[in-house]
């Protein structure tokens, strides 16, 4: 078992972006090493600071091949930065991209940067490659030159894809279970043959590829079964001292986590750790004490913090006084040196309020409004057809309004623990569908909610956040719920599903029927795709029917299991193209067994809600016999179950608030677009319909929509 404890806190510094802290190597393996963090060099106190200057998106380390990689790299805006550990600037190289890079890689005198889409290789500073990625690129890294023998760069995509380059050109692409946004060769070296890389994925999954010159081979993936967060970085480090590396990763719930690997080479979790922050960085080594190794880990407001091996306790004495070794009384010394310092700070700072407030009551003072950053996500759950919407300020958040002009619902999230209160909506006069005001306890900066939205019906949800800061500011972050928003993104589909089809033609361009489709769907690239056409796959995360579309200038083919999704379609594509005056010749094609098809879909889920219902109500009802009669040994063992999972399946109902609802709403909308199709409006049959699913069977519902 790997014993581990909470270190120090080294420092604190600004907010810093995804792998933007590396640790200097050392000569002996147990001596301490340099932490370089974004502009800054720690350790106990600055070695050096760059000017300031635009974000720093992304850090490396480098040097001539076979050497100590001591050389700093940075990059900003469109520019790197090359700096000596001793904080000399030997190089400023601008790159002349239109975009921000967001992610880079050195290796000897090649430079590999990205820029959203695009991908640029440079040796000694002059063009090499470029590749222009069908999706965004999230990281890039390179194969050691040294063991490989040739230079292959590998590009992590939003679209699910490693994409492994020779030049120029796309060698081969590797299908992996979620949108990659990190990758680190195993042992920092890519193992024996130097072709083994490790990736993490938005949705929390990690996965070892060899990539051999044949083609990849993926060791093992290991999915996210506990819903951590995302992976944002990963680091090998052999922090048992078993002689084995092992594997080191920081999420975007703050979760540190490593691993190691059993007999079988597959991993397996050894130690875990939950910090208040997204963990923008993590290196293994050797920083607080000589002889014992840390991760260290920096989060994303700045705090620079190790777990360390060194043993955690202190001796008790004759006369059961506690004794402190002389190195924790050193770090309790420095803890209080800098506790008197923080105080003072402190009243600095509230002098400093004093005046302002003193000086605001003039007529000619001018308010200066203060600049915060926030970090915010909203990403499909592919597990329970749901969107996480986390929200990381680097302040302390006051209060948050979530307002929607689309109905949607709130699903409760465990690690929430700020108060919410809703108001009343009227959606006719003004559009809100939803108005609801978390308020949070003193000194969160992390706030994660859930919400599950209908398709068919789009719109923008918007973020209202507050923080404690002095003025009251707020800033608004805007989230589109898309027509089809439940669907994700998948490698393939089922050909042999019975399919239903829609084809528009007119006089579209290419870029126009892909914008349309950005429209509609999520996860779909928004820069026009190089080419003449396109396909694209889907899965709907709440029922699993799948969607393919294809499309090309002046035609657009749809197919998919799912009568209802051909529908949304067909009317949301109508009113766009209408709006741009285009018109469109819209054909289709209505394959009958899809409908049965699609309610044999529905109808495992249907039937679980309806008996997690029925459970639910009976709750009550058993706790009070039970209370009566003394005990429940009178009752059925199908009773006594019940009572007995009563806390497990009230939460669980909690959780899925409006299920039961949505499933039914699911069905009408099937049997309504089941028959639009054939011209016949059949509303005036929905209340034969919901009694029938009042007294659910799958037979009678099937015979029902046959017969209708």
Not at 2 to 13: H, K, N, R, T
Not at 31 to 58: D, E, H, M, W
Request: glycine share 6%.
């Amino acid at each position: 078992n790997l014993l581990m404890a909470m270190s120090s806190l080294f420092s604190q510094v600004g907010v810093t972006s995804q792998k933007t802290m590396k640790l200097l190597p050392t000569v002996g393996r147990k001596a301490t090493q340099k932490v370089y963090l974004i502009n800054v060099c720690l350790f106990c106190q600055p070695v050096f600071k760059s000017l300031p200057g635009q974000k720093i998106s992304r850090l490396e380390l480098g040097g001539a091949l076979g050497t100590p990689q001591e050389k700093i790299f940075v990059s900003s805006g469109s520019e790197v930065r090359g700096y000596t550990k001793k904080g000399k600037q030997f190089l400023t190289f601008e790159a002349n991209l239109t975009e921000s890079i967001n992610a880079m890689h050195v290796s000897g005198a090649d430079l590999f940067v990205c820029a959203s889409y695009i991908y640029n290789h440079y040796c000694d500073c002059k063009d090499q490659d470029y590749y222009l990625s069908g999706d965004k690129i999230n990281d890039v890294l390179c194969l050691p030159v040294e063991t490989v023998g040739h230079i292959v760069p590998i590009l992590a995509c939003q679209d699910r894809v490693l994409r492994v380059l020779q030049g120029s050109d796309l060698q081969f692409d590797v299908e992996v279970p979620g949108p990659p946004t990190v990758l680190e060769l195993l042992n920092r070296d890519g193992g024996k043959g130097g072709e083994e890389v490790l990736y993490g994925t938005a949705d929390g999954k990690l996965g070892l590829v060899q990539m051999t010159k044949s083609g990849p081979i993926t060791s093992w993936e290991l999915d996210n079964e506990k819903k951590k967060g995302g992976v944002l970085c990963i680091d090998t480090f052999d922090i048992v001292g078993d002689g084995v590396k092992d594997i080191l990763v920081g999420r975007d719930d703050g979760t540190v986590g490593v691993y190691g690997l059993d007999s079988s080479n597959e991993p397996m979790l050894r130690f875990e750790n939950v910090l208040s922050e997204s963990v923008t960085s993590i290196q293994g080594g050797c920083v607080g004490k000589d002889m014992y190794d840390e991760v260290l880990t920096a989060t994303y407001t700045g705090w620079v913090s190790g777990l360390t091996t060194e043993p955690q306790q202190m001796v008790a004495g004759p006369g059961d006084e506690i004794k402190m070794s002389r190195e924790t009384q050193g770090k309790v010394a420095a803890l209080r040196y800098y506790t008197s310092e923080l105080e003072q700070f402190q009243m600095k700072v509230l002098q400093g309020r004093e005046k302002y407030q003193q000086s605001s009551q003039s007529s000619t003072a001018v308010s200066a409004v203060p600049v915060f950053s926030i970090n915010d996500k909203f990403t499909l759950c592919q597990d329970d057809a749901s969107y996480s919407l986390t929200l990381e300020v680097q302040t302390a958040i006051d209060n948050l309004l979530l307002q929607s002009d689309v109905p949607i619902d709130l699903l409760d999230v465990d690690k929430n623990s700020a108060v919410v209160s809703f108001s009343e909506c009227d959606s006719e006069s003004n559009g809100n569908f939803l108005l609801a005001t978390y308020r949070c306890q003193a000194n969160t900066t992390r706030l994660e909610l859930k919400v599950r939205s209908i398709e068919g019906q789009y719109g923008t949800l918007q973020a209202y956040v507050t923080p404690r800061l002095q003025p009251k500011t707020c800033q608004v972050r805007q989230y589109q719920i898309k027509p089809l928003s439940l669907h994700q993104r998948t490698h393939a589909i089922d050909q042999e599903r019975p399919m239903n089809t829609l084809r528009l033609t007119g006089q579209f361009s290419f870029a126009e029927i892909h914008s349309w489709v950005v429209f509609c769907l999520p996860e779909v690239p928004e820069k026009t795709p190089a080419g003449d056409n396109i396909t694209f796959y889907f899965q709907n995360t709440f029922l699993g029917t799948h969607l393919e579309a294809t499309y090309c200038k002046g035609e657009a083919n749809f197919k998919s299991d799912n009568i209802s999704t051909i529908s949304i379609l067909k009317d949301v594509l109508s009113k766009e193209a209408t709006k741009r005056k285009i018109n469109l010749n819209i054909s289709y094609e209505v394959n009958e067994d899809s409908v049965s098809h699609t309610l044999r879909m529905i109808h495992p889920k249907l039937e679980y809600q309806l008996i997690l219902a029925k459970k639910v109500q009976l709750i009550d009802a058993l706790k009070e016999l039970q209370v009566h009669e003394g005990n429940a040994d009178f009752l059925i063992p199908e009773y006594r179950s019940i009572l007995d999972e009563s806390a497990q399946l009230l939460e669980e109902y909690k959780k899925q608030p409006a299920h039961l609802e949505r499933l039914y709403g699911m069905i009408t909308d099937l049997f309504i677009d089941k028959f639009k199709f054939k011209g016949q409006n059949v509303k005036t049959k929905v209340s034969q319909l919901l009694a029938i699913l009042n007294n659910y069977e799958l037979d009678s519902l099937m015979e029902f929509f046959s017969e209708a």
